[in-house]
């Protein structure tokens, strides 16, 4: 079965530094690729989605990431965090093959220290 | 206003109680999707539906049920609720479009059920 995987539960870090949360996807042939915030009791919002071309894709709040076909990953980076950055993201793949479901990740707890 | 509005946001239940989570969108939106959120295990999804009359099982749809009689509602029915369905519940609809339609997925708030 098609499986997501974020490495990191929880990541811990100081306003102003780098961001960079790692999602890796099973071999599942064409994807979709997405990564999804929630911030503290509110529901999921997207923050940038990869379909085709450009493998570096931008989002909003200065999120980027970048799709590596050749190593089934999509990795979510921030350059420099900011307080209200505190939430859990998720990545999300839409495998094809496997019709029209999207499968997430476990998700990674970010907290951003002031 | 673009909305997925669920109810109840919160919930408090016995086993083996019949209940419905409602959901509705007011978007027009073809597909519409179940998720169960749950610690470390991120979202999975339940049943999700590309239209009227048509639904399909999720990764997790064991001990539910959906129904979708018209395109704006897609209730989410648990028969005989067990403790183990004790969750963070979302609902989401999309637009299909002639791809898989994923261009943008709207959340509703989310309904938490506890199942003592």
């Known amino acids: 079965a098609q499986s997501v995987s974020q490495h990191n539960h929880h990541v811990i870090l100081s306003e102003a530094a780098s961001l960079e949360l790692g999602c890796n996807y099973s071999?599942?042939?064409?994807?979709?690729l997405f990564w999804y915030v929630q911030y503290p009791g509110q529901h999921l919002q997207l923050l940038l989605k990869?379909?085709?071309?450009?493998?570096l894709v931008k989002g909003i709040k200065g999120f980027e990431a970048e799709f590596i076909k050749s190593k089934f990953s999509f990795n979510l980076r921030k350059p420099s965090v900011q307080w209200s950055d505190t939430a859990e993201y998720f990545c999300?793949?839409?495998?094809?093959?496997?019709?029209?479901?999207?499968?997430f990740g476990g998700g990674t707890r970010v907290l951003v220290k002031p | 206003e673009a909305q997925v509005t669920q109810n109840p946001r919160y919930l408090i239940t016995v086993t083996g109680k019949k209940l419905t989570v409602t959901c509705s969108q007011n978007?027009?939106?073809?597909?519409m999707s179940w998720y169960r959120q749950d610690p470390g295990l991120g979202l999975r999804q339940i049943y999700y539906?590309?239209?009227?009359?048509?639904?399909d099982k999720g990764d997790v749809p064991e001990g539910y049920k959906v129904s979708r009689k018209e395109k704006r509602n897609f209730p989410l029915i648990l028969e005989s609720p067990s403790p183990n369905q004790t969750s963070l519940y979302f609902c989401?609809?999309?637009?299909?479009?002639?791809?898989?339609?994923?261009?943008?997925?709207?959340f509703g708030e989310g309904s938490w059920l506890t199942v003592v």
């Open positions: 990869y379909f085709s071309g450009d493998p």
């Open positions: 071999y599942g042939g064409t994807v979709n």
């Open positions: 978007m027009n939106h073809e597909y």
């Open positions: 999300a793949v839409n495998f094809k093959a496997a019709g029209n479901k999207l499968t």
């Open positions: 989401a609809s999309s637009s299909s479009g002639t791809q898989l339609g994923f261009n943008t997925i709207y």
């Open positions: 539906s590309m239209n009227v009359e048509v639904t």
